[in-house]
């Protein structure tokens, strides 16, 4: 499978952005998909998750209640609505996914397919 992320941009603290990962494939409803950020000088961390079907999702605590990540598998995609974004969130954003029907990962070793990444910038 191969992923786009998109939707990344300059946002000011408060704002809100979403972001879409579109994957090509007929069987994207059979993988999970995480969302990770990396922020320079700083390793790559997950900040939410969900499962094949949408059922189940996880997030990291610095984004709950914020962030809400979704999918349409008829439309392969998941997105990742973030709103009272802070300048802490300032990152690239990248989606991942798995080919599992288990449980979510949070690792990014846990995923195998990677998309090339989109730019959050919130000032301050």
């Known amino acids: 499978v191969q992923l786009q992320a998109s939707g990344g941009g300059l946002v000011q603290a408060g704002g809100s952005l979403r972001l879409s990962c579109a994957a090509s494939?007929?069987?994207?409803?059979?993988?999970?998909v995480g969302w990770f950020r990396q922020a320079p000088g700083k390793e790559r961390e997950f900040v939410a998750g969900?499962?094949?079907?949408?059922?189940?999702?996880r997030y990291a605590d610095s984004v709950k209640g914020r962030f809400t990540i979704s999918r349409d598998n008829a439309w392969n995609t998941v997105y990742l609505q973030m709103n009272s974004l802070k300048p802490e969130d300032t990152a690239v954003f990248y989606c991942?996914?798995?080919?599992?029907?288990?449980?979510?990962?949070?690792?990014?070793?846990?995923?195998?397919?990677w998309g090339q990444g989109t730019l959050v910038t919130v000032s301050s």
């Open positions: 991942a996914a798995r080919l599992t029907f288990g449980v979510l990962t949070t690792t990014p070793s846990g995923f195998d397919y």
């Open positions: 969900i499962n094949w079907s949408g059922s189940s999702t």
């Open positions: 494939g007929r069987t994207f409803s059979s993988y999970a």
